[in-house]
Protein backbone atom coordinates (compact mmCIF):
# COMPACT_ATOMS: atom_id res chain seq x y z
CA UNK A 1 0.00 0.00 0.00
CA UNK A 2 1.09 3.59 -1.05
CA UNK A 3 1.99 5.80 1.66
CA UNK A 4 -0.55 8.40 2.21
CA UNK A 5 -0.51 12.04 1.85
CA UNK A 6 -1.39 14.84 4.50
CA UNK A 7 -1.74 18.39 2.68
CA UNK A 8 -1.10 19.87 6.87
CA UNK A 9 -2.57 23.87 6.80
CA UNK A 10 -2.25 25.98 9.89
CA UNK A 11 -1.12 29.90 9.94
CA UNK A 12 0.92 28.85 13.05
CA UNK A 13 4.66 27.78 12.46
CA UNK A 14 4.89 25.95 15.41
CA UNK A 15 2.27 23.73 14.83
CA UNK A 16 3.25 23.15 11.06
CA UNK A 17 6.57 22.36 12.03
CA UNK A 18 5.98 20.09 15.36
CA UNK A 19 2.95 17.96 13.84
CA UNK A 20 4.18 17.59 10.87
CA UNK A 21 7.26 16.03 11.98
CA UNK A 22 5.17 13.80 14.10
CA UNK A 23 3.30 12.77 11.00
CA UNK A 24 6.54 12.39 9.05
CA UNK A 25 7.62 9.87 11.89
CA UNK A 26 4.20 8.14 12.04
CA UNK A 27 5.18 6.96 8.19
CA UNK A 28 2.76 9.47 6.20
CA UNK A 29 4.22 12.21 3.28
CA UNK A 30 2.96 15.48 4.53
CA UNK A 31 2.69 18.64 2.72
CA UNK A 32 2.78 22.03 4.86
CA UNK A 33 0.81 25.40 4.01
CA UNK A 34 1.11 28.41 6.36
CA UNK A 35 -2.47 29.66 5.09
CA UNK A 36 -5.85 28.68 2.72
CA UNK A 37 -4.62 30.26 -0.17
CA UNK A 38 -1.64 28.29 -0.06
CA UNK A 39 -3.47 25.13 0.82
CA UNK A 40 -5.67 25.55 -2.63
CA UNK A 41 -2.51 25.82 -4.67
CA UNK A 42 -0.74 22.47 -3.12
CA UNK A 43 -3.96 20.99 -3.39
CA UNK A 44 -4.61 21.86 -7.00
CA UNK A 45 -1.03 20.94 -8.25
CA UNK A 46 -0.60 17.87 -6.00
CA UNK A 47 -3.24 16.42 -4.23
CA UNK A 48 -3.10 15.01 -0.67
CA UNK A 49 -4.98 12.24 0.32
CA UNK A 50 -6.33 14.04 2.90
CA UNK A 51 -6.33 17.88 4.31
CA UNK A 52 -5.78 18.81 7.82
CA UNK A 53 -6.88 22.32 8.13
CA UNK A 54 -6.88 24.93 10.62
CA UNK A 55 -10.84 25.92 11.36
CA UNK A 56 -9.82 29.64 12.28
CA UNK A 57 -6.81 31.22 9.97
CA UNK A 58 -6.84 34.74 8.66
CA UNK A 59 -7.75 35.85 5.22
CA UNK A 60 -9.56 32.08 3.85
CA UNK A 61 -10.32 30.59 7.04
CA UNK A 62 -10.86 26.99 7.29
CA UNK A 63 -14.36 26.27 6.15
CA UNK A 64 -13.68 28.21 3.09
CA UNK A 65 -10.70 26.91 2.41
CA UNK A 66 -12.50 23.01 3.14
CA UNK A 67 -15.19 24.06 0.56
CA UNK A 68 -12.90 25.21 -2.33
CA UNK A 69 -10.73 21.81 -1.61
CA UNK A 70 -13.35 19.68 -1.13
CA UNK A 71 -14.51 21.17 -4.78
CA UNK A 72 -11.55 18.92 -6.33
CA UNK A 73 -12.18 15.71 -4.23
CA UNK A 74 -9.93 16.34 -1.33
CA UNK A 75 -11.54 15.06 1.74
CA UNK A 76 -10.84 17.09 4.60
CA UNK A 77 -10.63 17.07 8.94
CA UNK A 78 -10.20 20.27 10.93
CA UNK A 79 -7.77 21.11 13.61
CA UNK A 80 -8.77 23.83 16.29
CA UNK A 81 -7.90 25.08 19.56
CA UNK A 82 -11.93 25.01 20.02
CA UNK A 83 -14.54 22.43 21.28
CA UNK A 84 -17.60 23.97 21.13
CA UNK A 85 -20.66 22.80 19.68
CA UNK A 86 -21.13 25.52 16.98
CA UNK A 87 -17.48 24.82 15.77
CA UNK A 88 -18.34 20.75 15.54
CA UNK A 89 -21.52 21.70 14.06
CA UNK A 90 -19.94 23.62 11.11
CA UNK A 91 -17.14 21.07 10.42
CA UNK A 92 -19.79 18.56 10.32
CA UNK A 93 -22.20 20.70 7.78
CA UNK A 94 -19.18 21.00 5.61
CA UNK A 95 -18.64 17.26 5.67
CA UNK A 96 -15.58 16.75 7.60
CA UNK A 97 -14.38 13.17 8.47
CA UNK A 98 -12.68 14.14 11.75
CA UNK A 99 -11.97 17.01 14.47
CA UNK A 100 -8.94 17.27 16.08
CA UNK A 101 -8.41 19.56 18.99
CA UNK A 102 -5.23 21.48 19.89
CA UNK A 103 -2.70 21.31 21.45
CA UNK A 104 -2.12 18.22 19.17
CA UNK A 105 -0.73 14.83 20.71
CA UNK A 106 0.62 12.88 17.43
CA UNK A 107 -0.54 9.80 18.96
CA UNK A 108 -3.82 10.29 20.17
CA UNK A 109 -4.51 11.49 16.68
CA UNK A 110 -3.11 8.79 14.17
CA UNK A 111 -6.60 6.97 14.96
CA UNK A 112 -8.60 9.58 13.86
CA UNK A 113 -6.73 10.41 10.63
CA UNK A 114 -6.16 6.84 9.55
CA UNK A 115 -9.86 6.36 10.19
CA UNK A 116 -10.51 9.31 7.78
CA UNK A 117 -8.22 8.00 5.24
CA UNK A 118 -10.43 4.74 5.52
CA UNK A 119 -13.27 6.35 4.83
CA UNK A 120 -12.51 8.79 2.27
CA UNK A 121 -11.00 5.76 0.16
CA UNK A 122 -14.73 4.03 0.66
CA UNK A 123 -16.41 7.11 -0.70
CA UNK A 124 -13.97 6.95 -3.39
CA UNK A 125 -14.38 3.38 -4.20
CA UNK A 126 -18.90 4.02 -4.05
CA UNK A 127 -18.45 7.11 -6.47
CA UNK A 128 -16.39 5.40 -9.05
CA UNK A 129 -18.87 2.27 -8.75
CA UNK A 130 -21.82 4.47 -9.56
CA UNK A 131 -19.86 6.08 -12.48
CA UNK A 132 -19.22 2.36 -13.79
CA UNK A 133 -22.73 1.25 -13.47
CA UNK A 134 -23.98 4.88 -14.62
CA UNK A 135 -22.29 4.13 -17.98
CA UNK A 136 -23.26 0.61 -17.89
CA UNK A 137 -26.72 1.83 -18.28
CA UNK A 138 -26.51 4.55 -20.67
CA UNK A 139 -24.98 1.82 -22.89
CA UNK A 140 -27.78 -0.68 -21.99
CA UNK A 141 -30.24 1.90 -23.12
CA UNK A 142 -28.33 2.88 -26.43
CA UNK A 143 -27.60 -0.69 -27.61
CA UNK A 144 -31.38 -2.17 -26.91
CA UNK A 145 -32.70 0.97 -28.61
CA UNK A 146 -30.29 0.16 -31.88
CA UNK A 147 -31.37 -3.24 -31.36
CA UNK A 148 -34.94 -2.30 -31.36
CA UNK A 149 -34.30 -0.20 -35.25
CA UNK A 150 -32.75 -3.21 -36.77
CA UNK A 151 -35.25 -5.43 -35.53
CA UNK A 152 -37.95 -3.60 -37.25
CA UNK A 153 -35.88 -2.11 -40.17
CA UNK A 154 -35.18 -5.54 -41.08
CA UNK A 155 -37.26 -8.03 -39.97
CA UNK A 156 -35.29 -9.69 -37.01
CA UNK A 157 -35.26 -11.19 -34.20
CA UNK A 158 -33.44 -9.87 -31.16
CA UNK A 159 -30.16 -11.63 -31.36
CA UNK A 160 -29.41 -11.39 -34.52
CA UNK A 161 -29.83 -7.51 -34.26
CA UNK A 162 -27.43 -7.49 -31.27
CA UNK A 163 -25.19 -10.51 -33.23
CA UNK A 164 -25.10 -7.93 -36.22
CA UNK A 165 -23.94 -4.81 -34.17
CA UNK A 166 -21.20 -7.09 -32.50
CA UNK A 167 -20.26 -8.20 -35.21
CA UNK A 168 -19.97 -4.87 -36.89
CA UNK A 169 -17.60 -3.65 -33.86
CA UNK A 170 -15.51 -6.70 -33.64
CA UNK A 171 -14.60 -6.03 -37.52
CA UNK A 172 -13.90 -2.32 -37.00
CA UNK A 173 -12.32 -2.97 -33.57
CA UNK A 174 -15.14 -0.71 -32.19
CA UNK A 175 -16.76 -0.66 -29.30
CA UNK A 176 -20.60 -1.85 -29.18
CA UNK A 177 -22.01 1.63 -28.36
CA UNK A 178 -20.20 3.45 -30.73
CA UNK A 179 -21.82 1.39 -33.41
CA UNK A 180 -25.58 1.72 -31.51
CA UNK A 181 -24.59 5.37 -31.73
CA UNK A 182 -24.03 5.27 -35.16
CA UNK A 183 -27.50 3.45 -35.83
CA UNK A 184 -29.60 6.22 -34.00
CA UNK A 185 -27.65 9.02 -35.54
CA UNK A 186 -28.49 7.53 -38.61
CA UNK A 187 -32.06 6.87 -38.09
CA UNK A 188 -32.24 10.52 -36.42
CA UNK A 189 -31.44 11.90 -39.51
CA UNK A 190 -33.98 9.61 -41.77
CA UNK A 191 -36.44 10.70 -39.19
CA UNK A 192 -35.25 14.57 -39.52
CA UNK A 193 -36.25 14.53 -43.30
CA UNK A 194 -40.25 14.11 -42.29
CA UNK A 195 -41.85 11.58 -43.95
CA UNK A 196 -44.77 9.91 -42.33
CA UNK A 197 -44.01 6.91 -43.30
CA UNK A 198 -40.38 6.92 -41.79
CA UNK A 199 -41.96 8.67 -38.31
CA UNK A 200 -44.41 5.46 -38.18
CA UNK A 201 -40.93 3.19 -38.45
CA UNK A 202 -39.34 5.30 -35.93
CA UNK A 203 -42.33 4.81 -33.69
CA UNK A 204 -42.53 1.06 -34.28
CA UNK A 205 -38.70 1.16 -33.49
CA UNK A 206 -39.21 2.71 -30.62
CA UNK A 207 -41.99 0.05 -29.41
CA UNK A 208 -40.17 -2.58 -29.91
CA UNK A 209 -36.84 -1.21 -27.96
CA UNK A 210 -39.76 -0.73 -25.07
CA UNK A 211 -40.60 -4.26 -25.80
CA UNK A 212 -37.23 -5.37 -25.34
CA UNK A 213 -36.32 -3.45 -22.10
CA UNK A 214 -39.81 -4.04 -20.40
CA UNK A 215 -40.54 -7.88 -21.66
CA UNK A 216 -44.44 -7.12 -22.24
CA UNK A 217 -45.41 -7.51 -26.10
CA UNK A 218 -46.47 -4.24 -27.57
CA UNK A 219 -50.23 -2.93 -26.38
CA UNK A 220 -50.00 -5.58 -23.41
CA UNK A 221 -50.42 -4.28 -20.23
CA UNK A 222 -47.03 -3.77 -17.41
Known amino acids: MKTATLLLVDDDEV????????????????????SGAEALTTARTTPPDLA???????????IETAALIREVGIPVIFLSAYDDQESVAEAVRQGALGY?????????AL??????LERARDIQDLSEQKDRLT???????????????LMERHRIDHQEAFAA???????????????????????????????REMCGNLNAASATTATLLTGNKPGTPS
Do not use: C, H
Open 15 to 34: VLATFGRGLRDAGFTVQLAG
Open 52 to 62: ILDLRMPGLSG
Open 100 to 108: LIKPIDVTR
Open 111 to 116: PTIRTA
Open 135 to 149: QAVGTGRVVNVAIGI
Open 165 to 195: IRERSRRERRKVREVASEILDAWSLINGLGS
